[in-house]
């Protein structure tokens, strides 16, 4: 049953129900069956301060907007959720109405919207703080701002920042706020305890030193490969805490590294992004791993030979990763640029059973996230995970950032396009008991060579 079918079944319901009880108890009101929906669903976003751009936080707000709500309900635009609910996953606090709330919502738009009575609303959501998962333990911020030009190509930036810690920590979920979310198209963040990050910041005359991907090349001219990887954000992505049990280990004394990607906005912008880190709270027995699906590679540390021609309409690009050690997927990260259609991934373990990970039908590079399971399914070593994605390099494709399209390369520039399936794993044989592991979880697999400048 399509959404419009489904609008009308509940409409009917609805005039059923009018024709059999007292018309008061069945008009849908406000307060009473839209505000409950409302502060369950959209107001993590649509409140002052966060990424969307207008509040749902009062009747008059609601009001206002009824029908802008029930178009983007009917062609479930929002809550903003990519990954299909059929196929895949299921994944956890999945930004999806139900059936019953999307009707009732429908049904109050086309009652007219009305209010009802305030006695009838459910008390308000409380939010902790500005940070989605409440007040962080440590907080970093960059010593000074970073001025970012008005024109030209994207730039990435490493900044350093001493975490203090006299102790190692067990970090259990991490969060960023962008300090100026024109410009900010992605983060990676890592930490060093090498001082190798400190000496590249210092070789930079600004705040932070630049990089072409990655954290950036040794004198050497090898690749710096910071000691840990802390996860990232990209537009869309919710901060979630780690499953029980699962961390990142900081090594006390530690430098923390946020890469951002900026993109720039046409006037000359400033930008001092923060990193939060929340300390696990209980013991911690398992570290997380990184895997990256790519399309086939040359080398493991070189790019991919991807050339999407201009004016396709269904570029299919496909890759593969062997799990090396029996291990659990906690969570997905599914990444392409402008030009990503759809993306899947489909795991065929070696006693030949086969499970989709995750589908995307409609890729929207602006909503990218972190599709954690409800249950980290079982892939025992030698499973393979199969990639699946199409591209649309077509004047058709509003999102086509080149116009006319021009052939399109892998690479780290909006308009330069990738195509990886990022993993978050643990492995089944490690029990760490809270003890420091040896060596931190690299970010080896998720690196590929810098672009020659
Ligand atoms: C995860 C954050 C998030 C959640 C949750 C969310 N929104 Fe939005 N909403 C946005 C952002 C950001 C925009 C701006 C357009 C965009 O980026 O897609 C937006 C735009 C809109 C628009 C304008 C659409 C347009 O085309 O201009 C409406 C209407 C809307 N949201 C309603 C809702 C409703 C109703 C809910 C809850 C059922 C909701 N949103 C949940 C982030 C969110």
Redesign the pocket.
């Known amino acids: 049953m399509g959404p419009r079918m489904k609008s009308i079944v509940g409409l009917g319901l609805c005039l059923g129900t009018v024709a059999t009880s007292s018309a008061q108890a069945a008009t849908p009101t406000y307060h009473r069956d839209v505000e409950p929906?409302?502060q369950k669903?959209?107001q993590?976003?649509?409140r002052p301060g966060?990424?969307?751009?207008?509040s749902?936080l009062t009747y008059e707000q609601?009001r206002k907007?009824s029908s802008?709500?029930a178009?983007?309900?009917d062609d479930q635009?929002?809550?903003?959720w990519h990954a299909s609910t059929k196929e895949g996953g299921p994944f956890r606090d999945a930004?999806v109405?139900s059936s019953v709330e999307r009707s009732a919502?429908e049904a109050w738009v086309k009652a007219g919207s009305p209010e009802g009575d305030p006695k009838d609303a459910p008390p308000p959501r409380s939010f902790d703080s500005e940070w989605a998962l409440g007040k962080p333990d440590l907080v970093l911020t960059p010593s000074e701002s970073y001025t970012l030009g008005a024109e030209g190509k994207d730039e990435f930036r490493v900044f350093v920042i001493p975490s203090g810690l006299t102790e190692g920590r067990w970090v259990s979920a991490v969060d960023f706020r962008a300090g100026n979310a024109k410009v900010v198209h992605h983060i990676l963040s890592g930490f060093d305890t090498t001082g190798r990050a400190k000496e590249l910041d210092k070789a930079d005359p600004e705040v932070g030193y630049k990089t072409f991907a990655g954290f950036g090349s040794l004198p050497s001219g090898l690749p710096f490969i910071p000691s840990g990887g802390l996860g990232g954000w990209a537009?869309?992505k919710?901060p979630r805490p780690l499953p029980t049990g699962v961390g990142r280990f900081i090594p006390a004394g530690a430098d923390i590294l946020i890469q951002i990607h900026y993109h720039k906005s046409g006037k000359v912008e400033k930008d001092a992004t923060s990193i939060a880190l929340y300390f696990a709270k209980t013991p911690t027995d398992k570290l997380v791993r990184p895997g990256a699906v790519f399309p086939p590679r040359p080398g493991l540390l070189s790019r991919p030979n991807l050339r999407i021609p201009a004016g396709t309409e269904n570029y299919e690009i496909t890759g593969e990763w062997r799990v090396p050690y029996d291990a659990h997927l906690f969570a997905v990260v599914p990444h392409m640029h402008w030009l990503g259609k759809d993306f899947q991934m489909v795991a065929e373990r070696p006693d030949g059973t086969k499970q989709t990970l995750i589908k995307v039908d409609r890729w929207?590079f602006?909503?990218q996230d972190t599709y954690e399971f409800d249950k980290p399914p079982a892939l025992p070593s030698g499973t393979t995970i199969k990639m699946l994605a199409h591209f649309d390099n077509s004047e058709k494709n509003p999102s086509n950032p080149s116009k006319p399209p021009v052939d399109v390369t892998w690479g780290e520039q909006t308009t330069n396009e990738m195509c990886i399936g990022f993993l978050q794993l643990t492995r089944d044989d490690e029990h760490l008991n809270n003890q420091p592991p040896k060596a931190g979880g690299r970010l080896r697999a998720m690196i590929t060579r810098p672009a020659k400048p």
């Open positions: 929906i409302v669903h959209c993590e976003c649509h966060q990424v969307a751009p207008f749902l609601a907007r802008d709500i178009a983007v309900i635009r929002m809550p903003p930004r109405l919502i537009p869309g919710a929207d602006n909503w």
